[in-house]
Structure formats: C-alpha cells, structure tokens
Nanobody, 118 residues
Framework: QVQLVESGGGLVQPGGSLRLSCAASVGIFSFNAMGWYRQAPGKQRELVVSITDGGRTNYADSVKGRFTISRDSAKNTVYLQMNSLKPEDTAVYYC????????????WGQGTQVTVSS
C-alpha cells in the first residue's frame, strides 16, 4: 500500500519561506514521477512542479524562480522549498506520485495547508 504523507505547511507572511515534505512509504524511485499540486478555494487543482525519475522538472510559470523541488532517496522524501511567498500561493498543497506499469496509478497525499497572509 503506497502512502504519501505531507508536512510543513502553515501560516507565513508575504515574502517568507516554507519547506514542505512528502514522505513515501516506498522508495521514491519506485515511481516514474513525483510532484506537488495545489488547490485554492473555489479553484481547480493545479500542478506546481513535477520531477521525473530521471530528474527532469516541470515548474508552473507562477512559481518559477521561487519554488524548488528536491528529493532524498535515503529518506524516501520529496521536498518543496517555497521562497518569496505571495498571498496567491495560499492553497492546500498535495504530494503526487505516478507509477506507470500495465496501467497508470496516481497516488495522493492528504494535503497540507499553506496560508500566506500578513
């Protein structure tokens, strides 16, 4: 059973930083890709950043230069470093993992709230 557990959300002032963590119950290189999505109230879930098992990243334009994805295979954990946070970054952030075998499997964490406000 694959589990993804996010942590690190909270309340931060504009311009501040947070680091989110996503701990997987299996080795992160078991997946073809992992990433972070977010969903603000009244909006659709959107991709923030993804990283393939080969290390190729894809950032949303709105976070380029401010957010960085990284991973630690020894800890089975993927991180999202968020700098220069803006109020519009306020959302629930979800960790995602994709496994492509005979079928494609998408796994999701429970989400962690990030609120950017003064």
């Amino acid at each position: 059973q694959v589990q993804l557990v996010e942590s690190g959300g909270g309340l931060v002032q504009p311009g501040g930083s947070l680091r989110l963590s996503c701990a997987a119950s299996v080795g992160i290189f078991s997946f073809n890709a992992m990433g972070w999505y977010r969903q603000a109230p009244g909006k659709q879930r959107e991709l923030v950043v993804s990283i393939t098992d080969g290390g190729r990243t894809n950032y949303a334009d709105s976070v380029k230069g401010r957010f960085t994805i990284s991973r630690d295979s020894a800890k089975n954990t993927v991180y999202l470093q968020m700098n220069s946070l803006k109020p519009e970054d306020t959302a629930v952030y979800y960790c995602n993992a994709v496994l492509r075998a005979k079928n494609t499997y998408n796994y999701w964490g429970q989400g962690t709230q990030v609120t950017v406000s003064s």
